[in-house]
């Protein structure tokens, strides 16, 4: 895919950044506000916005608990079987069982990965779509999930930066991508809403028409008749 057809737009390296990733886009999918100007940090708690990056984080462990024995599609395991392997392998998780994890995950700097993108994908019933970037264009690597039919409108897409996030320990970090066909859809949708009044400051994509020049025609001078005299 063309890294030049989506809009990248960074988020914070706290821990938290799948979960700010999706919140951002779910927010980008109502309002579709601050593009087009300086490179913007989302890490949404702010009450205004729809679903705070926190909260979803709770509905992500929550799908968890419920869910232990869901099968995965492609590679015959459950969730329960994909914890049990990243409690083996994650120094982080002190206590190693499955409630140990949850407890984990909890907390607002733990990392998200493959496991919590299978229990949003769920809850959100989208697909997650996950990139690198790789000579000029977006590389898949195969952390992702597909639960149906992929479609460009609905799908969430996130870049999956491998490199230097900061001060963050490790190099694992999600940030938004978000397609501008996407974006100019649903600017024009919130423009007509508002009634002229434009909301998004993505501008919108007009077709060039000729000018048309204006004819002025002259209307015939009305002059008054003499009468005649009897």
């Known amino acids: 895919m063309k890294y030049s057809d989506f809009y990248h737009i960074h988020v914070e390296g706290d821990g938290s950044c799948f979960f700010h990733s999706i919140t951002g886009i779910i927010h980008l999918n109502e309002k579709m506000v601050l593009f087009n100007s300086k490179p913007i940090t989302y890490k949404i708690e702010d009450s205004k916005w729809s679903l705070k990056s926190s909260e979803l984080r709770k509905r992500c462990v929550k799908w968890l608990r419920a869910n232990l024995d869901y099968h995965i599609k492609g590679i015959n395991l459950t969730i329960k079987d994909e914890i049990l392997n990243e409690i083996e392998s994650n120094e982080d998780i002190k206590k190693k069982t499955i409630e140990g994890y949850f407890k984990y995950m909890e907390g607002k700097d733990s990392y998200a990965g493959q496991i919590e993108i299978?229990?949003?994908?769920?809850?959100?019933?989208?697909?997650?779509?996950?990139?690198?970037?790789?000579?000029?264009?977006?590389?898949?690597?195969?952390?992702?999930?597909?639960?149906?039919?992929?479609?460009?409108?609905?799908?969430?897409?996130?870049?999956?930066?491998?490199?230097?996030?900061?001060?963050?320990?490790?190099?694992?970090?999600?940030?938004?991508?978000?397609?501008?066909?996407?974006?100019?859809?649903?600017?024009?949708?919130?423009?007509?809403?508002?009634?002229?009044?434009?909301?998004?400051?993505?501008?919108?994509?007009?077709?060039?028409?000729?000018?048309?020049?204006?004819?002025?025609?002259?209307?015939?001078?009305?002059?008054?008749?003499?009468?005649?005299?009897?």
């Open 118 to 230: 299978w229990a949003i994908c769920n809850l959100l019933n989208k697909n997650i779509r996950t990139y690198i970037f790789n000579d000029n264009r977006l590389s898949d690597v195969g952390l992702g999930y597909n639960i149906k039919r992929r479609n460009l409108q609905d799908d969430i897409f996130l870049y999956h930066n491998l490199g230097d996030i900061g001060n963050r320990k490790g190099g694992h970090h999600f940030e938004i991508l978000f397609p501008k066909k996407k974006a100019t859809i649903i600017s024009k949708v919130l423009y007509n809403k508002s009634r002229g009044k434009h909301r998004a400051t993505i501008p919108l994509e007009r077709k060039k028409t000729k000018k048309r020049t204006r004819v002025l025609r002259r209307r015939p001078k009305v002059t008054k008749r003499k009468r005649r005299k009897k």
